[in-house]
């Protein structure tokens, strides 16, 4: 039988919302929750234009399905699938003529992006790393009026050519709304955004500070590769071929300053949560939720474990889980209720044994991560008075293992830290090494630099 063909009924939204980062996230999150705000007021519907990051191939694989596709929500007892429609034009993000045309469209009151933490181009000292060799092609690139319609390389570069647009069309103000894990990504993408038009133009940067607000968020929702298997089931659940479905986990969660001076979609509608302050949440979910994946992929990737399913099954990896939970529960700063509801939820996702979340994916960059997942925690805890806990070496001491198994192909930031490790002959120099390089401000933090130097000398699955 010939698949259903792939047709929109109805109107199709304007594009309201542009958007950084075409790619599975993108599509389980904020299309997913756009497509919902807009079934829950269809008087007041939002379309996406949706560009690639780096690559061309998710916009051409949504081209000729006009940009629609199948979410397949996986849960422990059954697959569901549902079309999101919301992303109405997708374009490879090379496609200078169309990024500028659409951010500097008046209709548009919202750009949303999800880069990497790496995507953000930032230095030691957490400003744009102006020595990147493509932050500085991007800067001269974009300084040159002759260079014609060439794409910027880096999101802050695609960002200040389309806010410029914007400012030059006359368009007003927008909101840009960054989706990811880092702990104020709004204020990161802003400082980013004015230190590289400052280099371009410097009069851009009073225009962007007048009219560019930049949202912080709290976003969740697990997305694993999607595979040949998820396709099949994609078909029998709807009868078509679908080129771009993604897989994700029936929890989603979103948390967004309210900070939108030319409107939004109706999120909170579709079950997000507008809020003065998101630092809170983020807190949360990066001390249990992301501290805890990474626990999981390192500790579990040494005992012969795959997914975070796996891991948590594991008696030894979910003990030093519920331990590393505990010893953040103190320093979360929400009401202990919260807390609890969040851990349940916590609990009965890592368990689900039908989402795929590699560890191996999990466990990249570490470097970059721990220091705001794990090492944050260490840092909440002795401004509170609180003595170091053994679970934040645990952690540490695996990824040193991982780091001597695979961290050359999975973190190549940390490869000088690994070599050093590896040369050094004594659990307290490799203590004194990975303390310098990931959070060098607890090195004086004498309970932590033993608990370090024990599990580094022990074995790291253990408190």
């Known amino acids: 039988m010939a698949a259903t063909p792939w047709r929109r009924t109805g109107t199709t939204p304007a594009v309201r919302v542009v958007h950084l980062g075409l790619g599975a996230f993108h599509k389980a999150h904020q299309a997913w929750y756009t497509d919902h705000a807009n079934a829950a007021d269809a008087r007041d519907p939002w379309g996406i234009a949706s560009f690639t990051g780096r690559r061309p191939d998710a916009a051409q694989a949504l081209a000729p399905q006009d940009g629609l ?12 699938a549902e079309t999101v429609a919301s992303v109405v034009e997708v374009h490879d993000g090379a496609d ?31 400003g744009l790393d102006l020595t990147d060799p493509e932050v500085a092609a991007d ?66 940067v009073a225009w962007i500070d007048q009219n560019v607000s930049f949202v912080s968020t709290m976003v969740d929702r697990i997305t694993p590769a999607t595979t040949d298997a998820d396709r ?67 500790a579990g990737l040494a005992q012969g474990h795959a997914t975070v399913a796996d891991a948590f099954a594991d008696p030894v990896c979910r003990a030093l889980l519920e331990q590393l939970w505990a010893d953040a529960r103190p320093v979360v700063p929400l009401p202990d209720a919260e807390v609890d509801d969040a851990l349940d939820a916590l609990r009965t996702r890592f368990a689900n044994p039908r989402i795929e979340h590699r560890l191996m994916q999990i466990g990249t960059d570490g470097s970059a991560k721990l220091p705001v997942r794990v090492l944050a925690v260490a840092r909440a805890r002795r401004a509170a008075g609180l003595p170091a806990a053994a679970s934040h070496a645990a952690v540490l001491a695996a990824w040193v293992h991982h780091l001597a198994v695979d961290g050359a192909a999975t973190d190549p930031a940390a490869a000088p830290l690994a070599g050093a490790l590896r040369a050094a002959t004594t659990p307290a120099e490799r203590a004194a090494l990975l303390l310098d390089a990931l959070a060098p401000d607890l090195r004086d933090d004498a309970d932590l630099v033993a608990s370090t130097e024990r599990a580094l000398a022990g074995s790291p699955l253990s408190v």
Request: glycine share 8%; proline share 6%; with cysteine.
């Open 232 to 298: 099949a089931a994609v078909r029998r659940l709807t009868g078509r071929d679908d080129a771009a479905p993604v897989v994700t986990e029936p929890f989603a969660e979103w948390v967004l300053e309210d900070a939108f001076p030319a409107g939004r979609p109706a999120w909170d509608a579709a079950g997000a949560r507008v809020v003065a302050d998101v630092r809170p949440y983020e807190q949360r979910k990066l001390w249990l939720l992301n501290a805890g994946h990474s626990l999981l992929a390192y």
């Open 69 to 80: 596709f199948t979410l397949l929500t996986r849960a422990a007892d059954g697959d569901t």
């Open 139 to 204: 800067v001269a690139l974009l300084r040159d009026d002759t260079a014609g319609p060439t794409a910027a390389s880096t999101a802050p570069g695609r960002l200040v050519d389309g806010l410029r647009a914007r400012r030059d069309a006359g368009s007003g103000t927008v909101a840009v709304v960054s989706c990811d894990n880092l702990p104020d990504n709004g204020a990161v993408t802003r400082d980013v955004v004015r230190q590289l038009a400052a280099e371009v133009e410097p009069g851009l």
């Open 96 to 126: 200078v003529a169309a990024w500028r045309s659409h951010v500097a469209d008046p209709r548009v009151a919202v750009v949303t992006l999800t880069v990497t933490e790496r995507g953000y181009r930032r230095a030691a000292d957490g």
